[in-house]
């Protein structure tokens, strides 16, 4: 996994990660849709608001791109 960004404000928070190392192609007029897909399928990002309380975070997250951290609400 490659370094990803974490941004807190008072109240917010923000998480932007790749989960994959490797080199992607580089796109061309001839980039597939399921390439393209592909390229976008590694990004892992989350955000919303957040608390903290004593040595414990708390967030609470309004919008997600992937499966695993959407939260049915």
């Not at 974490?6 to 994959?20: G, M, P």
């Not at 597939?32 to 957040?50: I, K, N």
């Amino acid at each position: 996994m490659q370094e990803g960004l974490y941004l807190f404000t008072e109240s917010h928070y923000s998480v932007q990660e790749i989960r994959d190392s490797g080199p992607r192609p580089i796109f061309t007029a001839d980039t597939t849709d399921p390439e393209r897909f592909a390229a976008f399928d590694v990004s892992h990002a989350h955000g919303g608001s957040c608390e903290i309380t004593g040595d414990r975070l708390l967030v609470q997250i309004w919008i997600a791109k992937g499966p695993n951290t959407m939260v049915a609400g």
